[in-house]
């Protein structure tokens, strides 16, 4: 099972908006609506902030929004502000015999 | 407020045993599924290992198949992983994690399993 595709890194200054993409494939990000993004600050451990594609937990911020075309998911984050400076990965659910669940690789989001 | 503990963690040998404990409180435990996901220094998360509620269902990641070994008591509010034949790769921090759903929704602090001779 490989890991989703993610940016390296993606840059951004204050109150602009980025965008993070998370590529997988027909069996697990374009097969089902179970994507899900996490963002993790050093030495922290990894936070819930989009789950089932576009749905936000409680307390997560509504600059954080979701979406999904096809076998890419995107994380949204508008007005960035400097607490958003983190590493942000994504997951699926995969269908695959053995698997659960499937990390992206990550990706560093610089606040400039 | 949903907690999760993580336990057991250290310096091993290659090819030794460690067991991780994780004691979850401010939930109802038996009503949850149940994650091991680890990540490499420097590394991104890698998914390691469910278990469903009542035990009935579990999966592992291939990298861990046949050596490591997840279980729950739902008494204790507790989840395990034995970890046997453990290589230099299995080095990283064990995070103890909830599923609601498809996702993993809440993660404990970690432990950090050092592999080495």
């Known amino acids: 099972q490989s890991a989703l595709t993610q940016p390296a890194s993606v840059s951004g200054s204050p109150g602009q908006s980025i965008t993070i993409s998370c590529t997988g494939t027909?069996?697990?990000?374009?097969?089902?609506?179970?994507v899900s993004w996490y963002q993790q600050h050093p030495g922290k451990a990894p936070k819930l902030m989009i789950y089932?594609?576009?749905n936000r937990p409680s307390g997560v911020s509504n600059r954080f929004s979701g979406s999904k075309s096809g076998n890419t998911a995107s994380l949204t984050i508008s007005g960035l502000q400097a607490e958003d400076e983190a590493d942000y990965y994504c997951s699926s659910y995969t269908s695959s015999s053995t698997h659960n669940y499937v990390f992206g690789t990550g990706t560093k989001v610089t606040v400039l | 407020e949903v907690q999760l503990v993580e336990s057991g963690g250290g310096l091993v040998k290659p090819g030794g045993s460690l067991r991780l404990s994780c004691a979850a409180s401010?939930?109802?435990?038996?009503?949850?599924?149940m994650n091991w996901v680890r990540q490499a220094p420097g590394k991104g998360l890698e998914w390691v290992s469910s278990i469903s509620s009542s035990s009935s269902y579990i999966y592992y990641a291939d990298s861990v198949k046949g050596r490591f070994t997840i279980s729950r008591d739902n008494a204790k509010n507790s989840l395990y992983l034995q970890m046997n034949s453990l290589r230099a790769e299995d080095t990283a921090v064990y995070y103890c994690?909830?599923?609601?759903?498809?996702?993993?929704?809440?993660w404990g602090q970690g432990t950090l399993v050092t592999v080495s001779s």
């Open positions: 994690a909830t599923s609601s759903g498809w996702y993993i929704d809440y």
């Open positions: 401010g939930f109802t435990f038996s009503s949850y599924s």
């Open positions: 027909s069996s697990d990000v374009g097969g089902y609506n179970y």
């Open positions: 089932d594609v576009s």
